[in-house]
């Protein structure tokens, strides 16, 4: 009989999966980081507890491309300055990505906030474009030209925060409690350029970044840079505390309480 593909894998070829996974090489992409300062009431309300602020009111928004062979990736990343049992980092309120691929894993095994949508990184001569989209709207914009090379920081570490949950199958609530992930980051930068220009925050009701004005923007830069990952479990959380802030995942929250007509076939 042919092998059935749906069926039980061998412990070697488990393995031989685990294996792979270890032995990726170094990918690097292209990416516009801006930061700016916005108001620190705004960013309070979008923490879930145990999350507290910083005490600087940041956010970053990361806007990057990879030239995969077969398979190019756009990547974004709209975060807060967040703070837990002493760890700063950042909390991602949307990570919008190209493909599919690059969702599931983030999801499923980070809690990564990772939606489908357009991703944008442009350079003619010294000008620069880089924007993050979905539904049509361009909900995030950065644009300048490219004012001279910048120093390479050494690589470092950087923390940011995901809630890993599952909502209940009968819609009050979660099957069980959060859990708050650490993903900690190794990043290594191999060229960085200084960009003078503005952040565009357009009004979204799918992604309203734009409740997070730039009051004072701190910087812009464009560069490239490689990135690999770890994750923790740091605290099961209280589900009754994050279930206010559940939206944030989903362009609709009902979507959670979808399932299959009453009679139909599961």
């Known amino acids: 009989m042919a092998r059935i593909r749906y069926g039980a894998r061998t412990e070697a070829e488990i393995a031989a999966t685990r294996a792979a996974g270890t032995k990726l090489p170094d990918i690097w992409s292209t990416g516009v980081v801006a930061l700016w300062e916005t108001d620190p009431d705004a960013v309070a309300a979008v923490l879930p ?14 806007i990057s491309t990879v ?23 950042w909390y991602p309120l949307v990570m919008p990505m190209t493909h599919e691929r690059a969702l599931t894993g983030g999801r499923e095994v980070f809690g ?10 442009e350079r003619d001569g010294l000008v620069v474009r880089a924007a993050l989209a979905r539904h049509g709207i361009a909900f995030v914009e950065v644009r300048g030209a490219v004012g001279g090379t910048l120093p390479l920081p050494e690589p470092e570490y950087r923390t940011d925060f995901y809630f890993k949950f599952l909502p209940a199958v009968d819609g009050s609530g979660f099957d069980a409690d959060p859990v708050l992930v650490h993903c900690r980051r190794h990043e290594k930068v191999r060229r960085l350029e200084r960009v003078t220009g503005d952040v565009v925050l357009r009004e979204s009701m799918y992604d309203p970044v734009a409740d997070l004005p730039v009051h004072t923007l701190v910087g812009i830069t464009l560069g490239e840079k490689t990135t690999d990952q770890s994750g923790t479990v740091a605290e099961r959380v209280d589900g009754r505390a994050l279930l206010p802030y559940i939206h944030q995942r989903y362009d609709d929250p009902m979507q959670t309480l979808d399932g299959p007509p009453e009679g139909s076939v599961r």
């Not at 030239?67 to 837990?84: E, K, N, Q, R, T």
């Not at 990564?112 to 990184?121: A, H, I, R």
């Open 112 to 121: 990564e906030p990772k939606k489908l949508g357009e991703v944008t990184v």
């Open 49 to 62: 507890p145990p999350l507290k602020p910083t005490a600087r009111p940041l956010v970053r928004a990361t």
């Open 67 to 89: 030239d995969l062979p077969g398979y190019p990736l756009g990547a974004g990343s709209v975060a807060v300055a967040a703070v837990h049992n002493g760890t700063e980092g």
